[in-house]
């Protein structure tokens, strides 16, 4: 095993094993996110301080909800996509799944943390995804 695969594998166990109750992750889902660092599972990172486009997540109180892609703009306003990505919350095993559904896939993702400044996912390839709290442009 590489130093990268022993890397990640600890990641996830430090994580995972200080995990809290998947239930105070919920109300820390809703708003507008963007990538802040990706963790293959083959241990290669990518960070990334610019993005052009940022995740809104909405999730109601019947746990369900959507996620689109926004491209802010320097006026405050976003250009939407149409398209939104249905999202069913589960709570299974003591993890909290964002279970999404589209016309063309459906897939599953596993939040390992969320607070007010930060989200961490895992998906089923053990890719993970750290998202910030999405900070508008400030010209003043």
Known sequence: MNLKKVYLVVFAFVVLSCSKDPNTFIPHLNGY????????????????TYNDTVDYIEITDSLTGFR??????????????T?????????????LHLMYSTPYANWKETVLNANKNQLLIINTNKDMYLYRR??????E
Do not use: A, C, H, Q
């Open 33 to 48: 996110w963007e990538i802040e660092e990706v963790t293959l599972s083959n241990g290669s990172k990518k960070t990334f």
């Open 68 to 81: 689109t892609k926004l491209k802010p703009n320097l006026s405050g306003t976003y250009e939407t996509s």
């Open 83 to 95: 398209d939104k990505e249905r999202i069913d919350v589960k709570i299974e095993n003591d993890s």
């Open 134 to 139: 999405y900070e508008p442009f400030n010209l």
